[in-house]
């Protein structure tokens, strides 16, 4: 139970009915002892107290009075301030800072939500605690519904490694918005696409119940740690069918993402279409997000690069049909990309097209004369139409940042 903060002062519950959209607190806000509401002076926008409605939230916590109320359009122009962790400076990739976060506000604000949701589920898997499916379905509904309205944005975050902290929950909302991109393409009906999605949201939730030392360990794992690891899968299905109550083929999802198409995989060896349809989407979208995010021992991986990765498979562990569909719908220079054209220019990626997809529609970041282009300045170019220029390679982020530094 939260009894002080990290500073040692006491912390009071205040009822989520005394909330109100603007309010600021003198000290941090948290929902429980792990998980932070808003940090320290950020005022509270609609989204945090719809956030904690849908959790069934009815006391926070803080240490700190209520500061002088902004005003409700300070409160909810707020962005990522709020959602990363307290004490770490927010940090925007350079490729996204002209046009990402500030002309998509609304999508962020969506995207950090949905992270800030799931970590809050893993939290109160990680306690032990009691569950209910509705939290999950709220955030399944909420992707998916996202995912329509700005499906290119949503493939950005994705690529752009905007949220810091919060690293498996991330993780979790990324691989549910490749998951359901690939289930749209391929057309399964809804119901189905919204399974897919919380069989991807809880894939890895089984090693929340494994002990906290082992999953983050640094170094080699001995067998019998590999062995607990590995026992994930089982966890995480105790976790969707026993924990909160969904049907067996969401199950099967969590059970066997770890299988493989040649029947090397784990925990049963199940082969090709042995497998769950839901399992195969979800392996191919765990291991792109896997390949493009940054990690504590690597540098992520470009899209362009992660891509040729998984068409090296060989069939050896993903549906190759699956994957073809996958590789098509994320494009080759996946949306967020970014690349160099012949001409010297730097641009990201911006729109794809499936029938042409060496030939996207890029935005300028840096022309062909190295002047960094500001968001007033936005230039985009229909590789499609301008036959004259194209994309010589992909550029990584750190490359990027050097750029600008």
């Not at 069939?315 to 569909?325: A, C, G, I, Q, T």
């Amino acid at each position: 139970m939260i009894g002080q903060n990290s500073t040692g002062s006491e912390l009071k519950s205040v009822a989520v009915s005394e909330l109100k959209v603007g309010q600021a607190f003198s000290e941090s806000v948290y929902i429980d002892e792990d998980n932070l509401l808003v940090p320290i002076k950020v005022s509270i926008i609609r989204k945090d107290l719809e956030m904690l409605e849908t959790l069934g939230i009815n006391t926070v916590y803080t240490s700190g009075e209520v500061l002088k109320t902004p005003s409700q359009e300070d409160a909810e122009n707020r962005q990522e301030e709020a959602f990363r962790p307290p004490g770490e400076s927010p940090r925007i990739d350079p490729s996204h800072s002209f046009t990402t976060i500030q002309e998509n506000k609304s999508a962020y604000r969506v995207y950090t939500t949905l992270i800030e949701r799931t970590n809050y589920l893993f939290a109160k898997i990680s306690e032990g605690a009691s569950l209910d499916n509705r939290s999950v379905n709220a955030i399944s509904t909420q992707l998916l519904q996202a995912l329509r309205n700005q499906r290119e944005q949503f493939i950005g975050f994705v690529l752009g490694g905007e949220v810091r902290g919060r690293a498996m929950a991330k993780s979790a909302v990324n691989c549910a918005i490749l998951s359901a991109l690939t289930a749209q393409e391929i057309r399964l009906p809804s119901h189905k696409i919204l399974f897919t999605i919380v069989g991807a949201l809880l894939h890895d939730a089984g090693m929340f119940r494994l002990p906290r030392k082992l999953v983050e360990k640094e170094g080699e794992l001995t067998e019998a740690e590999r062995k607990q690891i590995r026992s994930h899968p089982l966890l995480s299905h105790g976790v969707a069918v026993q924990g909160l109550s969904y049907p067996e083929e969401i199950g099967e999802m969590v059970l066997q993402h770890h299988e493989r198409w040649d029947g090397n995989g784990y925990p049963q060896r199940l082969p090709g279409d042995a497998i769950s349809l839901g399992a195969r989407i979800i392996s191919i979208a765990d291991s792109f997000e896997a390949m493009v995010s940054p990690r504590p021992y690597r540098d992520s991986i470009v899209g362009y690069q992660a891509n040729k990765n998984l068409l090296a498979d060989n069939s050896r562990r993903f549906d190759p049909d699956l994957l073809k569909v996958f590789i098509l719908t994320m494009g080759v220079y996946p949306i967020g990309s970014i690349v160099c054209l012949n001409n010297g220019t730097i641009a990201r990626v911006s729109a794809v097209r499936s029938s042409t997809p060496l030939r996207p529609k890029v935005q300028v970041l840096m022309d062909e004369q190295k002047r960094i282009r500001k968001n007033e300045e936005a230039t985009f170019i229909d590789l499609f139409t301008e036959k004259k220029l194209y994309i010589v390679r992909a550029v990584d982020r750190k490359e990027l940042s050097e750029m600008y530094a």
